[in-house]
């Protein structure tokens, strides 16, 4: 059963498809966005990534649906069998090659399996389901186009624009997203009542703000992703304080306690054994400021708690809700508010700030305020 609800905790004032930062020299993963011909594809698990040798491999049987072809799977032979029109083509997990009607291609690297799921390079989309595909380093987005896009129009990181069926504030945003549901753009805004002289949308912004220049967005964006993937990762038999170190690297500069908190919560998910895994994706088109100076970034995320000994702050987080449990679009107390080992999913709107005036369009990092639960819609996944 599917629970939704929206929740504004506005009286109260915190991706990657991988678990855990192993040791100092960990990175998070590279969360890698999909765009096929305008519209983002939301996977529901596994997430595309970048590999130790810098090749992007993507969810196959994803994408290739999504190009109208049949995937099946043989698990006997770890074999991925794909029909594309008249193509045939056979694809082995741990091979470097597919067999197309018959005939060998081979590539720079090997499919894999992981999270019961088939990633390939970027390669068998382009030379094998024949689609265009394009990398943007800056936003780590794979570009894959099957027909001609010059007679739609799209935004500046190249998402279709729609102009029917629009949400009710429309006019909040520079623009509507084809693969974006009304219900993300109809959330509500905390601390964001008209009358208070701070607040603004971002179509407003986006009009008339110089910071809101793709050059700045962009790099808000990968702060934020890069937060989210080790916020919402976490191992206790691999975390460690350089998991802290790194978290604290994109929070907001004014937050002087930031580092300690973070190495608390550290010596917290040893403690309690805790293990969950998500992603978080932040929508660059939907930012709003609030009367607390405070830069919502609405995102869509998925997250799941595999492991924890007691439901107690399992998310670094000021506001996780440990004794409380949805009820009628309600928190109300109870003890296991989240079960282990269920994907939930949603939208939230994550909070960052800057302490510097001025030109402060590259300063921008995740607020010490931020939480998944401030101004939330969430949902447990099928």
């Known amino acids: 059963m599917k629970k939704w609800a929206s929740i504004g905790l506005a009286a109260i ?26 519209q983002k594809i939301w996977f529901p698990d596994a997430q595309a990534f970048v590999d130790e040798n810098e090749r ?10 999504k190009m109208n072809a049949k995937v099946g799977w043989e698990p006997a032979t770890q074999t991925v069998p794909i029909e594309k029109g008249e193509q045939n083509i056979r694809l082995t997990v741990g091979e470097s090659k597919a067999v197309v009607n018959g005939q060998e291609v081979t590539f720079d690297t090997k499919a894999v399996f992981s999270g019961e799921r088939t990633f390939v390079p970027l390669r068998f989309v382009s030379e094998v389901l024949g689609a265009e595909v394009k990398w943007d ?6 570009f894959i186009s099957t027909k001609d896009q010059e007679a739609v129009k799209v935004d500046q990181w190249g998402r279709l ?34 009358d208070v002289n701070e607040r603004s949308t971002s179509a407003k912004m986006y009009a008339d703000w110089p910071e809101f220049k793709k050059e700045n967005i962009d790099i808000w964006m990968e702060r934020l ?17 350089s998991w802290a170190e790194q978290l604290a690297s994109v929070e907001s500069d004014g937050n002087t306690g930031k580092l300690k908190a973070a190495k608390e919560y550290v010596a917290w998910v040893k403690e309690n054994e805790i293990v969950i895994e998500g992603y978080l994706d932040p929508e660059p088109s939907m930012i709003y400021l609030d009367g607390l100076r405070g ?28 004794d409380m449990k949805l009820a009628n679009d309600t928190w109300v107390p109870n003890d296991t508010p989240f079960e282990k080992g269920v ?40």
Do not use: C, Q
């Open 56 to 65: 992007t491999l993507v969810p196959v049987r994803f994408v290739a649906e």
């Open 161 to 194: 624009i729609r102009t029917t069926d629009l949400p009710k504030n429309a006019a909040d945003y520079p623009y509507i997203l084809a693969d974006v549901p009304n219900e993300m753009y109809e959330m509500r805004y905390p601390h964001s009542h008209p």
């Open 295 to 322: 830069y919502n970034i609405r995102s869509k995320f998925r997250i799941k708690f595999n492991h924890f000994k007691e439901h107690k702050t399992i998310l670094y987080d000021s506001w996780f809700p440990s």
């Open 13 to 38: 004032m915190l991706f990657s498809f991988m678990t855990g930062v192993s040791n100092a020299e960990a990175k998070p993963a590279t969360f890698v966005r999909v765009v096929l011909d305008g």
């Open 225 to 241: 992703k890069t937060f989210g993937a080790l916020w919402l990762n976490v191992d206790y038999r691999t975390i460690d304080n």
């Open 137 to 142: 380093g800056p936003t780590s987005t794979v």
């Open 343 to 382: 994907w939930y999913e949603g939208y939230s709107d994550i909070v960052m700030s800057t302490n510097v005036g001025g030109n402060w369009g590259k300063t921008l990092k995740v607020s010490a305020n931020a939480s998944l639960f401030f101004n939330i819609i969430i949902r447990g996944a099928e």
